[in-house]
T-cell receptor, first 113, second 115 residues
């Protein structure tokens, strides 16, 4: 069973507009969440994270929102740029699980000029 | 600062063979984790090594094993290869074990094809 799900396999957005990528999880033990970006032929690159004690974390153009009651998080990219085109993975971890991350299936974001 | 390196980058094996993949973490990093990425199952955690000890293990059969050396370099081994083992194997390194504020840096991966 997938404990972390990204229900949209792809998303297309116009340059300058907002990109919203969504992620749902089922495991109540998850208390730390991360977003990674992946370009072809490269490993994932860390973008932003959020602890379960917060509901929002912002870093430049990237903001992650966490709704614990709904077990849902989202990544907002504003404004979107063509260089943001990549596959985005949501990941979750539980306390005392070391560096073990449970990943979602990824969402391919395409930002059109 | 050099990033995480993985060797080889590409590998072709046949069913029944075994394979060893190598990962050199960023200098000073003591934790190395391995992940398998396939189109069907996505990115799945294999195991994590920290200071030469296996810290966590994912839900994979015993054919998948790993180890870490005193210089933090890690190897993973897959014995009796099956077609379903064809995947991109990613390694990630970090300073310590524990995700909070401890960024994991991924290597480019080793693409394994089993024929």
């Amino acid at each position: 069973d997938q404990q972390v799900k990204q229900n949209s396999p792809s998303l297309s957005v116009q340059e300058g507009r907002i990109s919203i990528l969504n992620c749902d999880y089922t495991n109540s033990m998850f208390d730390y969440f991360l977003w990674y970006k992946k370009y072809p032929a490269e490993g994932p690159t860390f973008l932003i994270s959020i602890s379960s004690i917060k509901d929002k974390n912002e870093d430049g153009r990237f903001t992650v929102f966490l709704n614990k009651s709904a077990k849902h998080l989202s990544l907002h990219i504003v404004p979107s740029q063509p260089g943001d085109s990549a596959v985005y993975f949501c990941a979750a971890s539980a306390q005392n699980a070391g560096n073990m991350l449970t990943f979602g299936g990824g969402t391919r974001l395409m930002v059109k000029p | 600062k050099a990033g995480v390196t993985q060797t080889p980058r590409y590998l072709i094996k046949t069913r029944g063979q075994q394979v060893t993949l190598s990962c050199s973490p960023i200098s000073g990093h003591r934790s190395v984790s391995w992940y398998q990425q396939t189109p069907g199952q996505g990115l799945q955690f294999l195991f994590e090594y920290f200071s030469e000890t296996q810290r966590n293990k994912g839900n994979f059969p015993g054919r998948f094993s790993g180890r870490q050396f005193s210089n933090s370099r890690s190897e993973m081994n897959v014995s009796t290869l099956e077609l379903g083992d064809s995947a991109l194997y990613l390694c990630a390194s970090s300073l310590y074990s524990g995700s909070r504020g401890n960024e994991q840096f991924f290597g480019p991966g080793t693409r394994l094809t089993v024929l």
